[in-house]
């Protein structure tokens, strides 16, 4: 059994900063924990505008706190997501997310995450393993 709080991660490695300054996640569960998925909070900030393709990922995203308008970049469709709202991108879906708070997730990746990925300049995490 694994207990792991939030404060736990910050400070550590698992508690990330994008390296375009739009994001923050903590890794909960990565891959090296075996379980067959990664599971993270993550927080995108009011006012910034991030691109993601997850090509080698599903993702699903569940917000807790704060809004955003999500846009898929394929058909333009346009999604406005607030707490208690999930999107799943089943297909990897290249995608746009623009907070108009501090918007607060709980993501899902399959495969699982190391926690050493961050986005290309397509905004793809790459396909990384335990070594």
Known sequence: MIVRSLSDIEGTDRD???????WRSKRIVLAK?????????????????????????????????????????????????SPGTMYLLDGHE???????????VMCVFNPPVTGREDHDENGVYPLLTEA
């Open 33 to 81: 924990e075996g379980v067959g998925f990664s599971l993270h909070e993550t927080v995108l900030y009011a006012g910034t505008e991030t691109t993601m393709w997850y090509a080698n990922h599903i993702e699903a995203v569940f917000c807790v706190e704060g809004e955003a308008e999500l846009t898929n970049e394929e058909t333009g469709e346009k999604h406005w997501i």
């Open 94 to 104: 290249k995608h746009t997310i623009r907070p108009k708070s501090d918007f607060r």
């Open 16 to 22: 990330v900063q994008s390296a375009s300054g739009t």
